[in-house]
């Protein structure tokens, strides 16, 4: 089994900053990639950043310039760093990795629990 844990989340005030942290442990072969995703209230959720096992990064629109995706790849760890932080930021964040758990096996997409980011304005 694969387990998956977000931490970082807070209540910061706009133009502050916050770095999220999302460990993967347990059985893994390989990680294909991973990402963070939000889900506001009433809306969808979306993707916010991405990084592929190769390195290359994608970010929305939206937050290009203002937030980084990093790795450990010793940790197995995924970092969001947010800076500049507006209301509109607000919203659950999630982590999601692709990860192969044998060499026999597809990889499968494991979430994180999910962490509470509130910007004030």
């Known amino acids: 089994q694969v387990q998956l844990v977000e931490s970082g989340g807070g209540l910061v005030q706009a133009g502050g900053s916050l770095r999220l942290s999302c460990a993967a442990s347990g059985r893994i072969f390989s990680i294909n990639g991973m990402g963070w995703y939000r889900q506001a209230p009433g809306k969808q959720r979306e993707l916010v950043a991405a990084?592929?096992?190769?390195?290359?990064?994608n970010y929305a629109d939206s937050v290009k310039g203002r937030f980084t995706i990093s790795r450990d790849n010793v940790k197995n760890t995924v970092y969001l760093q947010m800076s500049s932080l507006k209301p509109e930021d607000t919203a659950v964040y999630y982590c999601?990795?692709?990860?192969?758990?044998?060499?026999?096996?597809?990889?499968?997409?494991?979430w994180g629990q999910g962490t509470q980011v509130t910007v004030s304005s």
């Open positions: 999601k990795y692709g990860i192969r758990d044998s060499p026999s096996k597809a990889a499968k997409d494991y």
């Open positions: 990084l592929t096992s190769g390195g290359s990064t």
